[in-house]
């Protein structure tokens, strides 16, 4: 059973960076793509950012992040990143990783099979 733990989230001001972390349990971290979706309240879980396995060559991002954020990984410590910057009163919601199905980036939630419990990023006006 594989487990993600999310942390680093917290209440930042418009235009502050926060980095979000993501440890990973299990032995073949580096073989699956990872993942970092969000959902506002009210709103569906929606993609963020990908990076495909095997040395995290390819990343993906969504477009209302593309330039702002950057997600990376760590294979010898299990853990992916995403730091945050020029943060936006829209970024706010509760942001989760994923394990991905496969090495490939994947942008949506059927691309994923284990999930964290997600951590909260707020970002006042």
């Known amino acids: 059973q594989v487990q993600l733990v999310e942390s680093g989230g917290g209440l930042v001001q418009a235009g502050g960076s926060l980095r979000l972390s993501c440890a990973a349990s299990g032995r073949t971290f580096s073989s699956y793509a990872m993942g970092w979706f969000r959902q506002a309240p009210g709103k569906e879980r929606e993609f963020v950012a990908s990076?495909?396995?095997?040395?995290?060559?390819?990343?993906y991002y969504a477009d209302s992040v593309k330039g702002r954020f950057t997600i990376s990984r760590d294979d010898a410590r299990n853990t992916v990143y995403l730091q945050m910057n020029s943060l936006k009163p829209e970024d706010t919601a509760v942001y989760f990783c994923?394990?991905?199905?496969?090495?490939?980036?994947?942008?949506?939630?059927?691309?994923?099979?284990?999930w964290g419990q997600g951590t909260q990023v707020t970002v006042s006006s």
């Open positions: 994923a394990r991905g199905i496969a090495p490939g980036m994947v942008a949506t939630t059927t691309g994923y099979r284990y």
């Open positions: 990076i495909s396995g095997w040395s995290g060559g390819n990343r």
